[in-house]
């Protein structure tokens, strides 16, 4: 039987260099973990403080608004959540 043609590799070629004017970013996230929890938890807080004191506490001139403000703090922890890898 006829051997076969062996095929030569291809010369390595190296990878391109990557341009001088890429960002870089900081991949220490340390904070986002704590800092989400801390939004979540204080969201939480504020609503449930709220509705325990009949509307007189956290801020008694926001009114019904306090429940707003409490799930923007919650907003807050998912829109930092995002930063989480």
Same mark, same amino acid.
């Given at each position: 039987?006829? $051997?076969?043609?062996?095929? $030569? $590799?291809? @010369? ?5 260099? $990557? ?7 900081? %991949?220490?996230?340390? /904070?986002? &973990?704590? +800092?989400? =929890? &801390?939004?979540? *938890?204080? !969201? +939480?807080? /504020? *609503?449930? =403080?709220?509705?325990? %004191?009949?509307? @007189? +506490?956290? #801020? @008694?001139?926001? !009114?019904?608004?306090? *429940? #707003? ?9 998912? #829109? ?6």
């Amino acid at each position: 039987m006829p $051997k076969s043609r062996i095929r $030569k $590799k291809a @010369d390595f070629t190296p990878p391109p260099q $990557k341009s001088a004017t890429a960002i870089k970013f900081n %991949t220490n996230r340390g /904070w986002v &973990a704590p +800092l989400m =929890l &801390a939004f979540f *938890i204080v !969201g +939480l807080a /504020w *609503i449930v =403080l709220f509705y325990v %004191t009949q509307g @007189d +506490l956290p #801020v @008694d001139a926001f !009114g019904n608004w306090n *429940i #707003v403000v409490g799930f923007g703090f919650i907003a807050g922890g998912f #829109v930092v959540s995002t930063q989480w890898k």
